[in-house]
């Protein structure tokens, strides 16, 4: 039987990496449940993944919005009985000094990085109590971990989300349903585009050079449906991470240097 897989943000990024990683991977031993706001991105990354075997569905949704997620997963709902892994990875950033951001930019990056990750997180375990079993996997960050100038908000989200995914570890652990935060340092995707992030990954690449999305969709498929707690994207960010929580002051300056 395939295993039903949903990815979020999966148009584009990490999530369109993961998508094809697994579809590559497995092939038809899964059913890949694609959702994203883009519907044209969408689906080039479904036919994609169909040509390398993988079934695959497709739902529009904003993950900022609320209603979006319940009529996400009542549609999901009439298709499928069960999930097994679930990315929850939708979530966007701009970079700027807080005064700077403008009240919209606060209130899209905390909607979808926050509460629809939360709204995702607890409607996905839902249905994993009902099964008893299952994983949920979240996109955090290295800024989950550290503090960066101009990232303000979008560390604050990140802190809090990685905070809501360990706390919800242990409370579902007793269902047999897994949770692991994932870590990454800068990867080359549209999330630095300067509509978007706006950041310049150059002028990080000596200290913290970009790393390609395939290195953390292929990080995923290793520790899928394991008890993986947290992995760091390349696994050498664990040390910057472990440095800051040691000597915090040092780390800060360090940080602010790079950005």
Known sequence: MSKNILITGASSGIGKAVALEFAKKDGSKNHLIL???NQAKLELVAEEARVLGATVSTFIA?????ADIAKLFTDLGEKVETLDLVF???GLGFVKEVHLLSDDEIEQIIDVNV???MLVAKKATQMMIKQGYGHIIFTSSLAGYVLLPTWSVYCASKWGITAFANVLRQEVAKHGIKVTTVHPGPVKTEFFDPNK???DLSKSAKTMPAIPASDVSAAIYKIAYTDKQRIFCPPSLVVAAEAFRFFPNFMQKMFA???
Do not use: F
């Open 62 to 66: 904003d993950l900022g919005k609320t």
């Open 88 to 90: 929850n990875n939708a």
């Open 35 to 37: 959702v994203a706001r």
């Open 115 to 117: 509460k629809g990750m």
């Open 257 to 259: 240097k790079m950005t």
């Open 197 to 199: 992030a706006d950041v």
